[in-house]
């Protein structure tokens, strides 16, 4: 579990493009916090300089305390989830499970038995020699978050995870995703651009525009000033 924090943030890409601009965030140990906004105002910017797949420009990032704005991805200990699942078709769900603590050379023991624990919390044991050609939508999603379980990470970044989903698996997942976080209770940054989506799962939520915060507060709170 992590506390991640950004204080004055901005992010400028080598064209001038400002996607960022002195951006200041708290996400707190354990919370579920929603990043919400139309298209093109720095959501996926914002996830990706916490994960260190883009490089600050200037500001702080803080994850427990330390700064990592010069760290590699690999040395965060954050896990993305991404939008089309990225999973390895040629692969079972035990190995696409796997395959990152193995690369981590984790002992083969150890590597069962989080892979095990983590079918358990997302009703995959089942599944578990399974090819995702052979899954639905929603198992092919509990197996992108399964293979981000596994690594114990501090905090889970997910961009968009149900966009690909129809109408009717999407609001299935939107209840999963919640009882999976409030199992695992990993610290969860969330984007999307549903509004229904924010107000639903998130403990808190910050409304972004133009590169900035606009509001950020409970959705309750929202609701009664929106
Ligand atoms: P969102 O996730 O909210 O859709 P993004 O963070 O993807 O927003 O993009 C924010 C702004 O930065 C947009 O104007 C987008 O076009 C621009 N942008 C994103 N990535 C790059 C990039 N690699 N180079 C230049 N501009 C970019
Ligand atoms: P999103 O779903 O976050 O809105 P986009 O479709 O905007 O994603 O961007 C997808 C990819 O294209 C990202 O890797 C982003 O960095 C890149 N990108 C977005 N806008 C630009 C841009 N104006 N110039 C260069 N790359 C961009």
Same mark, same amino acid.
Do not use: W
């Given at each position: 579990?992590?506390?991640?924090?950004?204080?004055?943030v901005?992010?400028?890409?080598?064209?001038?493009?400002?996607?960022?601009?002195g951006?200041?965030?708290?996400?707190?140990?354990?919370?579920?916090?929603?990043?919400?906004?139309p298209?093109?105002?720095?959501?996926?910017?914002?996830?990706?300089?916490?994960?260190?797949?883009? +490089?600050?420009?200037?500001?702080?990032?803080?994850i %427990?305390?330390?700064?990592?704005n %010069?760290?590699?991805?690999?040395?965060?200990?954050?896990?993305?989830v991404?939008?089309?699942?990225?999973?390895?078709?040629?692969?079972?769900?035990? +190995?696409?499970m796997?395959f990152?603590?193995?690369?981590?050379?984790?002992?083969?023991?150890?590597?069962?038995?989080?892979?095990e624990?983590?079918?358990?919390a997302?009703?995959?044991?089942?599944?578990?020699?399974?090819?995702p050609?052979?899954?639905?939508?929603?198992?092919?999603q509990?197996?992108?978050?399964?293979?981000?379980?596994?690594?114990?990470p501090?905090?889970?970044?997910?961009?968009?995870?149900?966009?690909?989903?129809?109408?009717?698996l999407?609001?299935?997942?939107?209840?999963?995703?919640?009882?999976?976080?409030s199992?695992?209770?990993?610290?969860t940054?969330?984007v999307?651009h549903?509004?229904?989506?924010?107000?639903t799962?998130? %403990?808190?939520v910050?409304?972004?525009?133009?590169?900035?915060?606009?509001?950020? %507060?409970?959705?309750a709170?929202?609701y009664e000033?929106?």
């Open positions: 579990m992590a506390t991640i924090e950004l204080q004055d901005t992010k400028r890409y080598d064209d001038g493009t400002e996607a960022v601009s951006l200041d965030l708290e996400v707190r140990d354990g919370e579920f916090l929603i990043l919400v906004g298209s093109g105002c720095g959501k996926s910017t914002v996830l990706r300089m916490i994960a260190g797949l883009e +490089q600050i420009s200037d500001g702080e990032l803080r %427990d305390g330390d700064r990592v %010069d760290r590699a991805p690999k040395d965060r200990n954050i896990a993305m991404f939008q089309n699942y990225a999973l390895y078709p040629h692969m079972t769900v035990r +190995q696409n796997a990152a603590l193995q690369q981590a050379k984790v002992p083969k023991r150890e590597i069962a038995e989080r892979v624990e983590a079918a358990r997302l009703d995959l044991d089942a599944h578990l020699e399974r090819k050609a052979q899954l639905s939508g929603g198992q092919r509990r197996v992108a978050m399964g293979r981000a379980i596994v690594r114990s501090k905090a889970f970044l997910m961009d968009e995870p149900l966009s690909n989903l129809d109408a009717k999407r609001v299935q997942m939107r209840a999963e995703v919640a009882r999976i976080q199992r695992v209770g990993t610290t940054v969330y999307t549903d509004q229904t989506e924010a107000m799962l998130g %403990d808190r910050a409304v972004m525009r133009g590169g900035v915060i606009q509001q950020l %507060d409970t959705p709170a929202l000033r929106p």
